[in-house]
């Protein structure tokens, strides 16, 4: 995975206090970590840096949408995701990101690449079961639905062609039955 500076905040320069990042995510972002679960992607990811004298902590949010596969149809559709998450960064004697919420920097690190939190918040606030909302409601027109609706209205025809090919005698064998 290559690194970019764009995901690079050089905390040593910035003063004590809330600083403000935004960042526009798309696919050129997931290439990085190898993802392609997305056709393409549109994602807001706003970042609050707070500095503080002995620790840092992040807040992370994002709002967008993601093209995706249905699970059902296979049709491509847009899905609107969103999401947050926190961290706090702290400094110690050697590098632990054990913890989802805690971050042990070596105390000599000057600055912080947030690219792996901002993949891993986007790629879990996807669902794991993507149901077009045509579906849901629907309203979702396609070929293969179209297709598959033909076929089942002729069946329907001929089933009911069968029965009035029914031959006559045992119409009455049923009355013999029902007259008992």
Known sequence: MSKSKEFLIPFIGL???KHHFEYQINNTFFKDFDYDEF????????LVFDKKSNMLE??????GTVN???????????????????????????FNNDNEELLILPHGEHELDVSQYIYEMIALSVPQKRIHPGVKDGTLQTEA???????????????????EDIDPR???????????
């Open 145 to 163: 639905l179209t297709k598959l609706n033909e076929l089942s209205v002729k069946e329907q025809k001929e089933e009911s062609n069968k029965e």
């Open 39 to 46: 056709q393409s992607s549109d994602i807001k990811v706003n």
């Open 15 to 17: 003063k004590l206090g």
């Open 68 to 94: 995706v596969p249905c699970d059902l149809t296979g049709e491509d559709f847009d899905l609107p995701i969103k999401g947050k998450m926190k961290l706090i960064v702290r400094f110690g004697d050697e």
């Open 170 to 180: 045992w119409e009455k064998l049923k009355k013999l039955l029902t007259d008992k």
């Open 58 to 63: 992040l807040e992370f949010k994002h709002k």
